[in-house]
Structures are given as C-alpha cells and as structure tokens.
C-alpha cells in the first residue's frame, strides 16, 4: 500500500497500492489449517461458536459471538519493520508473501525468510504464473524468485530503463498480466515485455489497477482510462471511478469488475457503465477512508481503513462486525489484506501482520469474556442459553 514517511492514507493523499487485483482463486493451494492453526491459551474455556453458530453482528451485540480468533506477529517474530505494505499468498507454494521496508518476507506457515530486495520504500507487490514476485519502491523494480537451489533472488531491472527515466521516484503500483509486467509512478507508467521497458507519461497524478484481463489508469479528478493494445484510451469521467482515488479492482461475474475509490464508493464497472453499490458503506465508514477492501465469501466486503480497524460489511455496505484494538487486531492503519485458502484473514498494517483465523465462523470466550479459568467439563444449551461448566461452577 501506498506510505509516505510513516504513513501515507489514500491517493486522495496519495496512489493506491496496486494487487494483483483478483484474490487467489480457491483452486490455488495455500498453506493448511494446521500450519496457520491460532496460538490459543488452554488456560481458559475457549468456544469455538463458529461450530454452533455463524459470526454476526447487530444493532444489538448477539452475546454468542465473542473475540475473534487473532494472532499478532511481532517485528521479532519476521526480523523486519513494522510498517507492512503488501501481503499475498503465493500460488503455487501457499506461503505468504510480505513486502515492509526494503525486504521481502517468506511465511511458510512455520518459519520466516528474509529476503533483501535493496528497493526503498518498496510499495507494491504482484505475482506471475511462474511465481516470480513483482516488486518496486523508490527509483528500482525487479523481481525476486527461487534458484535451482530453492533459495529467494532479487534482480533488479532499474539499470535497464531508458536512461532518462531511471529515477523515476516512487512506484506505487503493479499489474501483472500474461505478456507483460506494468508499474506506475504518481505521473508514469512503465511496461515490461520481451526483456525491455517503454514508458508513458501523463500529465497528472494517476493510479494503475487491472482485473479480468483489463488493465486501467486513472488520472485522479478527470477520468478513468483503460489500455487498447496500444494505448491508454478514456473510457468514464463519471466521478465514482475518476474522482477520489481508486483503491482496488476485482473480476466478478459476466465480465463486470467491482472496485471502490478512497472515500468509500463502491461501484460495478460494466465496460463504460458505472453503477453504484453497496450504498450504506460511506455511512458505515464515517470520517475514516478506505484503503482497502476486499470481497467476503459469499457476498460483502472486508474494509482496511485508516483508523476505523478492519469493516467487515454485508453486500449493501452495512457494518456486520468491527475488527480493531477491541477485537484484538490493531489501529494501526490496515494496508492490505487477502485471504488464504483455509478462510484466513490476513491483514498488512503499520504495526505488522495479523492473521484473523475463520473470520466468518468462530470466536472464543475467555476470561475477559467472563469465563474462569480451567478446562470446561461440559457444554450445554438450556432454556435459550448456552452453558458451560469449568470446575468449581458454571457460568452461562
């Protein structure tokens, strides 16, 4: 994601960050539930409600659903910063992939790798079918993949840019798409393809995104444009997709894309066609701004917000649960997130990265939920209530 100095909100403020702007598709093998099973504290009565009830939220708080299942890792725990840009499953391996600083990190489920990249700033990350990572920061791009040996290389490309454009500043964005690889700067975008680079400039600030095969460029404040074959056409001016920053798109169904901007529009793209959804989500995100979204299973969106945690939301926008400090994830600003296969919510933000484990279908209840110490004895349902009992007592 987009960071200026410690932290950077919107492009608004400035560029979104770039994805591969289509999740991995469930096909894609990812890490087991066993490698990312959550740390969870045998002292206490722990209820997984996900095996009784599905997690939701109303207006009145449902006293079944309690904290969500979270594991916090530590700068320590990767040997890196804090600040989190990017992460992403790898697809063909399932290991994550998180991009803070001048490092590339590699989860395997059980231990971290660091790779140095030697990209300032790097910002934004996107993978190939190969598994080659696509990465750029300030004034160098490259790639990092495995040697014969499996160990992580970076090349970098910066040396093989026309010489007038080398220091090209911060690169914020990255699409990859089957015959090239395209970034982009504030004012640039830079392509490529058959081992050389071509750039195009433009005269205001701009953001690249690509999904279903479909790459675009949109030049805050005036319209949103998107590449021919040949060059960047315009495509809409209306103000939903060429005002306030674009943050991400996605692929969805008969060949329409969803995307949403910085100040919390959502919206379908049909190709020139603009049509608004999810109308009750700029209510529910308030005076934060959006920095990212993405689609829940089965409908709805996960929202990283600058200060408001993570909006989980129905299809209409509507809050259906809250994951911030209280839940025990961060406020930090939320960067990035993607899930992995096992229904894990991963979140990149400025302090580090969480892992929200089965975050539409369980929570547990501890001693801050009220329930005493030592192993439960039993578990019941009696007139409406749900019962347990650790020894000496019950509790309900």
Known sequence: MAIRSAYAPPRDHAPAPLTPAVPPPPS???????????????????LCLGLLMPVAVSA???PEVGTPLVRAFKPRDYQGSPAVAR???????GELLLLAGTFLHIYNGTTWTALQTDTPGARCLALDASGRAWLGGVDQLGYAERDALGAWRFQPLAEKLPAEHRKLGRIWDCVVQPDAVWFATDTKVIRWQAGAFRVWTFPGTGTLLGAGGQLFFQLKNQALLRWDGTEFRELSRDPLVAGPSLMRLYAAERGTLLGMNSAGGFFRLRDAQVEPIAPAFKATLGNARLICALPRPGGGW???????????????????RR????AGVTESPIMDLAL?????????TLAGPFQ???PEGATFFGEAQGVPQGFSQGLDRHQGRLTSAPPPACSN
């Open 28 to 46: 894609l093998p990812v890490l087991s539930a066993r490698l990312f099973a959550p740390r969870v504290c045998t002292a206490s009565v722990l």
């Open 60 to 62: 009145a708080p449902d």
């Open 87 to 93: 992460v992403l499953p790898h697809p063909a391996t």
């Open 302 to 320: 996960y929202a990283g917000t600058d200060r408001a945690g993570i909006l989980v939301t129905d299809a209409d926008g509507q809050l259906v």
């Open 323 to 326: 994951l911030d400090k209280s």
């Open 340 to 348: 992995d296969r096992d229904g894990a919510l991963w979140a990149a």
């Open 356 to 358: 929200i484990a089965q």
